[in-house]
């Protein structure tokens, strides 16, 4: 469906489009963000060439705002040329009993799955949104043609983490690029992922397994280029909702290279961490998304 | 009046100090935020040489966490190795009769004077506080030995950039670099300014000339160095409030050599255009503050 621009801002020397449209994957009205860098938000068009898109998964609780205001994606991807698109967390206004009754499950908190079970599984599909129905809107859109969706990149934070990891892995050659900031990385065996894995896809550990960085890893073949950013002094990784030592023991166990987990000092699990390493996320992406 | 620490948190190799103390000038609590870089937040005693200070006032309706949050001046601050002071933009909780009544006086727009009419004077002391009294209780608090207070340069936007330049001019020797983002330029002539200065200052317009950047400079002696950015898709700019063109002529006319206004296309008024150019800021006081 065609997107309505409620706004367009100027930033970093691009353009920031806040838009929306209506989702047929989530049957709602879905707000999304692109930032456009320079080389696509102006000129004319013999003078454009396509960008790379790198997709920013936020947080539970999260909207499109809060990464376009705080993250600082914007500065790093106009420096390196490449478009940022910044879905939402889930389908807002659905209507389903209990949607807005915690802040980590229901509306803010889609985990970037298919819900399997009713009453959510109208509505609850953020894997095929962000998969498949996001990407195709936006090239058929009428900014599309500065966007190259042949060179697509993935990231994101926290529950967005856990979505650019099993996005990536349940999708091969769909993403050129992966990285993650303080990723949920084996929600199979945290509070979050249990309570979301179970509301959202029923009671088949099996079934969980296929939405677990960690279960996923283990079936990879190949490399598995990624950087990973943990703060130290996360509250979340220290109460055992992120579990990346279980990500690298998995990856390590399978043989599997390229991972890298860097562990930061002091940084908590706020944007004044995920601003921090903004630009060395772009950079990881720009490697395989501009060579 | 000692500091109380309300968070410590590490973000672009450094500390933001969320602080709050009771403060002398205004009679109330008071918020403050304080970046340290790198070089003053780690290391031995003997390893911290002092950092200059940059002291960003913000504009209407804006506590410390607006720029904080979404200025980013902590990125190009860490590289620069300068400190960073943000002052609230008003006392809070005077409990003076329409200190809330509006956006644009009270609570949240001090205009950075002294206010001369009752029931204000008591507490609506910003120009002390922020000239005087804040940078002396920094320098005496336990991270005052990295703060070289000898070394201090001043910046803000709208509201706060009518702070920085009239500061500046007020007080000539006590800030080494000034510029300003979208200031109020000429607050005698613009609806903002007339309501602030009306309230606080009462009905001579004598006394308003005294805090007006666009009379000041009139009466200025040397150059000027001042770095000032506006958009030009800004709306209050289009509406009259910052009046940048009366500050330019009048330098101008007074043969005042050293003004750059640059208008930034289609920029707007919001963090997304501070973001943009905070670096450009921070290196202009930098070639002040680290010569």
Redesign the interface.
Known sequence: MPFETKAT?????GK?LKLTHESTSTNTPMSVYVYLPAKAAHGSPADKSKVPVLIFLSGLTCTPDNCA??G?FT?AASRAGLAVVYPDTSPRGANIEGEDAGWDFGTGAGFYVDAAREPWSRNYRMETYVTQELPKALAESEFGGALDFDRVGITGHSMGGHGALTLFMRHPGLYRSVSALSPICNPCNCPWGEKAFSGYLGDDREEWKKHDATELIKGWKGDFHTLIDV?T?DNFYKQGQLLPENLEKAAKEAGIKGLEIRY?????H????I??FAEDHVKHAAKYLLS
């Not at 930061?264 to 908590?268: E, I, K, L, N, S």
């Open positions: 801002i100027a930033t970093f020397g920031l205001e705080k600082y500065a703060g002094g930061q000092p002091d940084y908590d706020s944007y004044f961490f601003s921090t």
